[in-house]
């Protein structure tokens, strides 16, 4: 099956779980099986190109983001392969409670063997009178954080500043808030409720030297 798709309109409301794709490692690597040069067993093959130049949307409870797309599908149905570049034209994403307007934002399938994008992600956020700057490089695997602010700070006083906008004082609550988010998020979907709090801080070590106790 070979040609080209040409999408008009997409809209994707699911919840994106950016915690899970943070902080859970073993969605971080998703290894598909290398492409044959022959169908397997009557398999379809694909070689598709699909193409969306706009109107691809994601609103949910995590974001609202406009996308454009420009892929290559091959494999076959069961052990698809993809390549190409899907593009964050505007929207907000929120994380650790804050919300972070994004002014753009690449992801590129360079290794059809492995869906984990190269990324360039540009970001920014209001704090107090701060407007704050965020820019994410890498892969999911390993990725790098830059900060900058106007008026200028430095990166440990604008980890502070998140901070305290996420209910906390230090960088520690920066680290900690998104974790408790995933942790609250999977327990909600697994006993179905409403909502569920989760206290993180005992989950994590004391410079007090005292035994850890979750809440």
Known sequence: LAGEVLVHNALYTKDLDLQTLVFEKDRKKIVLPTIETGAEDGQLELDLFV???QNIEIKNKLAELDLRANLRIQG?????????????????????N??????????????????????????????????????????LD????????EPELSKGQITQLLAA????????????????????????KAVKLDQFTVDVDPLLPNSNGKEATPK
């Open 142 to 149: 390993q990725f790098t954080l830059d900060m900058s602010s």
């Open 51 to 53: 193409k969306a130049p």
């Open 76 to 96: 076959t149905i069961e052990k698809p392969q993809l390549e190409g570049r899907v593009e964050v034209l505007r929207g907000t994403i929120l994380f650790g």
């Open 165 to 188: 906008g996420s209910g906390g004082t230090n960088g520690y609550n920066f680290v900690t808030k998104p974790i408790q988010t995933f942790v609250e998020g999977q327990i909600e």
């Open 98 to 139: 804050r919300e972070y307007r994004i002014i753009s934002g690449i992801l590129d399938f360079s290794d059809p063997s492995r869906l984990n994008p190269d990324m360039n992600i540009q970001a920014e956020t209001v704090v107090q009178e701060y407007k704050i700057s965020l820019g994410i490089e890498g892969n």
